[in-house]
């Protein structure tokens, strides 16, 4: 490696692929070739005992020993963790993205010829503050300290402005829907001649190509058994086989009305067929649910599709022409598959850490003459769990509605009930009902060692906080005093020390680099 100054870069981890990019001297943003000279590197690991292999490999390794292969994690980000076992041992999801995430920082450490110790990685917009949290231990994890987060949609659109800003200006709105391997993230934006507006977002991380492959799947599974009275489905390799041949003719099916079928499984043939038709009948239930989110974005801002220029796709299933149909049907609008690549999320990560390093100091000039501000917004709300002072049943008193600018703020009184009342706590939530369900929670907030003595009805102001990151913070303050009190979120998602020193010891031990080394020279 020379000695050039470090680098930042900005890191799209994929559920399907990872793209990393970086912005060159003239400000220009660029993907960066992994050590296969390729832009997407497949989001698969292969655990081994003596380390761990990332991309390529580890996909066609996946076809003989799919048990030892993690792929598709992103969605169990943030889940419990250890909760998945490869090759007989359990390893927590955050772990597997910490190794896709040491190589692409590896890889992009010997393009680039300098260290690369710091990135902004895109996340889905609409994960949940544990999975964000979780994705910044795993950078942390592989070496790298996170600059920002940044939605995808968002990133996205920062791609798309940069280039906008290079040919055209005039307020354009937009609504931007990716629809990828995992998740579905889709938000309507608003750009103008020095900004991005995100005006609503929102999506689903349990929703992607992943889903309708799984519908081919029980398909082929259902013809095997009536054609040939066996299922493959019945064991894990079967299962891989499946959906291995399922997102193959989906993807014969983007291309053509009819994709035929010849099938070997333990000796017995299958001959069929499928055509495009039958196929979106039978994902229907899946792109409706898009169809809905996209609907209650509009409805968040007020706006009807006369309101709305130009519609942009991204995301490799939105190649399923269905998607594009049901969009026009819903909007007049012909779709737009150009603007957004596949590389654009990354691309616009990377010019967003740009940005964000010209501001604190020096980097590309031209940084300086295009002065883009970004404003993004939540996915979810965000409330403490309360008791409804007429009926006592559990209530979610909203803080931050949902897509609010960020950051945000929101300060309520707390008055202590007892004299001498040393302690408040209280229970803060994202999402969910009225009532708090289906939230995710994302901890108790203690505000402790208040001072002695206080009168019962002392009140305690409580700032909770949205960052740009859309990281949770709290502030707590005694109101007669204005004097900081003590505050401790003991998160759910927490990881112990001994958590930690476990999962260092496992990285060290499957990182081809090990201790963060790269190959660069
Ligand atoms: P992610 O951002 O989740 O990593 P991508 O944007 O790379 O995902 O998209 C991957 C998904 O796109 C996979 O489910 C894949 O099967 C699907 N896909 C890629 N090409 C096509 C195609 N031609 N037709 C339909 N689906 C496709
Ligand atoms: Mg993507």
Redesign the pocket.
């Known amino acids: 490696m020379n000695n050039d100054p470090p680098s930042i870069v900005g890191i799209?981890l994929?559920?399907?692929?990872?793209v990393v990019a970086h912005v060159d001297e003239s400000g220009r943003s660029h993907p960066i070739r992994n050590s296969e000279g390729e832009t997407?590197t497949p989001?698969a690991v292969l655990v081994e005992d003596d380390g761990a292999v990332v991309g390529r490999d580890a996909i066609k390794a996946a076809q003989i020993m799919p048990n030892q292969v993690a792929r598709d994690l992103?969605r169990e980000m943030g889940n419990d963790p250890w909760s998945r076992s490869f090759g007989g041992t359990n390893y927590p999801p955050l772990l597997i993205q910490s190794l896709l995430l040491a190589r692409l920082r590896c890889d992009a450490e010997a393009e680039l010829g300098r260290a690369v110790p710091q990135a902004v990685i895109a996340v889905p917009a609409c994960f949940d503050e544990p999975k964000r949290r979780a994705t910044i231990d795993a950078a942390l994890l592989a070496g790298l300290k996170v600059k920002s987060i940044v939605n995808e949609p968002t990133a996205a659109a920062i791609a798309v402005a940069w280039d906008r800003a290079r040919h055209q200006t005039g307020d354009l709105t937009s609504l931007m829907y990716?629809?990828?391997?995992?998740?579905f993230d889709t938000s309507i934006v608003r750009f103008q001649e020095n900004a991005i507006r995100v005006m609503a977002t929102g999506g689903n991380a349990m929703l992607?190509?992943?889903d309708?492959?799984k519908c081919i799947a029980r398909w082929l599974d259902a013809e095997f058994s009536l054609q040939q009275n066996v299922r493959p489905s019945e064991s894990t390799a079967g299962d891989a086989f499946l959906l291995r041949e399922s997102?193959e003719i989906?993807?014969a099916?983007?291309?053509r009305k009819r994709a035929g079928v010849r099938l070997a499984w333990e000796g017995r043939v299958l001959k069929t067929e499928i055509a495009r038709e039958r196929f979106d009948e039978f994902t229907a239930h899946l792109l409706d649910r898009t169809r809905f989110i996209v609907r209650r974005l509009l409805n968040d801002t007020g706006l009807t599709w006369a309101g709305i220029d130009t519609i942009m796709l991204?995301?490799?299933?939105t190649?399923?022409p269905q998607v594009a149909q049901m969009l026009h049907r819903e909007s007049g609008i012909e779709p737009d598959s150009s603007a957004v690549t596949?590389e654009s999320?990354a691309q616009g990560a990377a010019i967003y850490a740009a940005m964000l390093n010209s501001r604190a100091d020096n980097t590309p000039e031209v940084l300086h003459q295009t002065n883009l501000s970004v404003t993004d917004v939540n996915a979810h709300s965000l409330g403490v769990l309360g008791a409804d002072k007429q009926t006592s049943s559990r209530c979610n008193h909203i803080m931050i509605p949902r897509n609010t600018a960020l950051p945000a703020a929101h300060t309520t009184c707390y008055e202590t009930i007892r004299d001498g009342q040393r302690s408040v706590a209280f229970e803060i939530i994202e999402g969910g009902d009225a009532r708090g369900k289906h939230s995710t929670r994302i901890g108790r907030c203690v505000i402790d060692k208040l001072p002695p003595g206080l009168p019962a009805g002392t009140p305690v102001d409580v700032e909770i906080r949205y960052n740009t990151d859309t990281i949770v913070e709290v502030k707590a303050s005694l109101r007669a005093t204005g004097h900081h009190a003590h505050v401790r979120l003991e998160r759910a998602s927490a990881m112990t020390g001994e958590m930690w020193s476990n999962l260092r010891e496992l990285f060290f031990s499957l990182d081809p680099n090990s201790q963060g080394e790269c190959s660069a020279d």
Do not use: C, Q
Request: glycine share 30%; net charge negative.
């Open positions: 799209d994929g559920t399907t692929h990872s997407m989001s992103k990716d629809l990828g391997g995992g998740m992607g190509g992943l309708w492959d997102e989906k993807h099916l983007s291309s991204g995301g490799g299933s190649r399923m596949g999320v």
